[in-house]
């Protein structure tokens, strides 16, 4: 089974959505009380929650951190539009130049993991993704500029299903920005091949080879400014 979501209005909050997704899925709270108890965290207020277990209020820990640390910074809209920005150039504004090759990998790490986190934040929405699954990196990336702004990334999706064991899928993204690189101008992030399916290599396995060349995906992403 395909799906396909087409993402509208301005690109996600990956950061707060991510912390708001973990309070609906970890707390069961109803999406409204999460929103604002991570608006209340964001503002400095102490809070309480009930987790299951330590696994779980230490995965919501690291991302209240990370959320915390976007806020101060002023981006937390656009953590992979840095993560673009970042692997495109190094420097801002006219001293803006392109990474070398030394500095391409690290960048590369950068916008691997990032995707990485958009992914998880969007797949935590979908019907058919394992409830209180959560996506650790994608491993193996190949990464591409087709187009001066572009950049598309191919690689192996790790991710965990709780005491169930870790699994590998198939991934692909591409993202442009603007000409200034100040925005996002589309998005289309993919993960998992309809044919293969959702479960099918646990972490570790070796990835078929029909993975290099997919024609249809379990879940599709797609967003555009």
């Known amino acids: 089974m395909q799906r396909i979501v087409r993402l509208t209005g301005r690109h996600p909050g990956l950061a707060k959505t991510a912390l708001t997704e973990v309070l609906r899925e970890e ?24 987790f299951a277990d330590e696994e779980s209020a230490e995965r919501f820990a690291a991302r209240a951190r990370q959320c915390r640390a976007a806020v101060d910074s002023g981006k937390e809209d656009d953590p992979l539009l840095e993560a673009v920005r970042g692997y495109i150039f190094a420097g801002d504004g006219p001293q803006r130049r392109r990474l070398t090759r030394e500095l391409r990998h690290d960048a590369q790490r950068v916008l691997a993991g990032s995707l990485a986190f958009s992914a998880g934040t969007l797949l935590a929405g979908e019907p058919d993704w394992p409830r209180g699954a959560w996506v650790e990196d994608v491993l193996d990336a190949v990464v591409s500029m087709p187009h001066p702004h572009t950049v598309a990334l191919r690689g192996t999706m790790s991710w965990a299903d709780g005491a169930r064991g870790q699994w590998i899928e ?21 993960v998992c ?17 029909r993975w290099s060349d997919i024609d249809q995906w379990i879940f599709t992403f797609q967003y555009e400014g």
């Open 27 to 50: 707390c069961g709270m109803r999406l409204a009380d999460a929103k604002r108890s991570v608006d209340d965290l964001m503002h400095g207020r102490v809070l309480r929650f009930d």
């Open 170 to 190: 198939p991934f692909a993204a591409t993202v442009t920005i603007s000409d200034t690189a100040a925005s996002i101008v589309s998005l289309t992030l993919q």
């Open 193 to 209: 091949d309809a044919d293969t399916g959702l479960k099918q290599v646990p972490y570790g396995g070796d990835s078929p080879a």
